[in-house]
């Protein structure tokens, strides 16, 4: 009689176990789905659709604006709803108008001085990534009348020489091929941004001009360029980051991505920079 009874007795706990482990179950999957329907509907722009949207301000070095206008309209086509705003000058300038509390989300230097001021200052956000190199090389009219053939025939007598003032990324390199050849310069006009030099040498106001490599490729015809080997004394290292006081991180870190991934690495080499 007891064994008929002990099965009897084990039905009810069995089926309240089992009951209460389905509840638990029950709960748990809830607390999952809701976990992950919040997840689904956080986006970068916070928005419900995983869109970015809104305006990115690109703050980037006088050399890179053919490069980054091409980007920048890869990024759009990529993120309708975003607008890329470009603003293009010498480094050291953007520098001083961002420290100065001009509103941007990002910063592109052509050289690394210039971003240490920028992080000094408390005004970026996280670590910047470096995503090209340049050189210099010597642009002259295409009839280069004046018989520049290297970095040496710069310091002739009579050449009306352009550089980048030694502020600016271009005119520190300037400076250091300059040094390390034992060349004395001595250029009729020193320049902010490498693309004013450009238009010295083009315009025909200048016999020669120092500029990067990436200028002289965007200039077509209207210039022509002179590869000396000192070149390689003074190599840019063109870094990127997100600023601090930005109105839309999730748009910026982006397009950064975008630079420093393939279709921007793609376009950049296109356009003569090296990879870092």
Same mark, same amino acid.
């Given at each position: 009689?007891?064994?008929?009874? *002990? ?47 809104? =305006?990115? =301000?690109?703050?980037?070095? #006088? ?5 980054? @206008? ?42 690394? @001085? ?64 300059? *040094?390390?050849?034992?060349? =004395? ?28 490599? @990436?200028?002289? *490729? ?15 004394? #003074?190599?840019? =290292? ?14 910026? *870190? ?23």
């Amino acid at each position: 009689m007891f064994a008929s009874r *002990k099965p009897a007795a084990r039905r009810p706990f069995r089926a309240a176990r089992l009951s209460a482990v389905v509840g638990v179950l029950a709960i748990t999957t809830a607390a999952l789905a809701g976990c992950a329907g919040a997840q689904s509907s956080g986006t970068a722009s916070g928005s419900s659709t995983g869109q970015l949207s809104g =305006t990115v =301000t690109v703050f980037a070095a #006088a050399s890179l604006k053919a490069s980054f @206008t091409e980007i920048a309209s890869k990024f759009e086509a990529a993120n309708p709803g975003t607008k890329v705003k470009l603003s293009f000058a010498g480094s050291s300038d953007l520098v001083t108008q961002l420290t100065q509390g001009a509103p941007a989300d990002v910063f592109a230097s052509a050289d690394t @001085t210039n971003m240490k001021k920028l992080t000094d200052a408390s005004l970026a956000e996280g670590q910047p990534v470096n995503f090209a190199t340049n050189v210099l090389t010597i642009a002259v009219p295409p009839s280069n009348t004046a018989g520049v053939s290297g970095f040496r025939d710069l310091a002739k007598p009579g050449v009306r020489l352009v550089v980048c003032a030694p502020k600016v990324p271009c005119g520190a390199a300037t400076q250091s091929v300059a *040094k390390s050849t034992g060349t =004395t310069l001595a250029p009729v006009s020193e320049e902010s941004s490498v693309t004013d030099v450009l238009g010295k040498v083009s315009s025909g106001e200048a016999d020669a001009g120092l500029v990067y490599v @990436t200028d002289v *490729k965007s200039a077509g015809d209207k210039v022509k360029g002179i590869a000396f080997p000192e070149s390689s004394n #003074a190599v840019n =290292t063109y870094p990127i980051v997100a600023l601090r006081a930005s109105k839309n991180k999730d748009a910026a *870190k982006a397009f950064i991505a975008m630079v420093t991934g393939s279709e921007g690495r793609q376009v950049l080499q296109s356009a003569g920079f090296g990879v870092p």
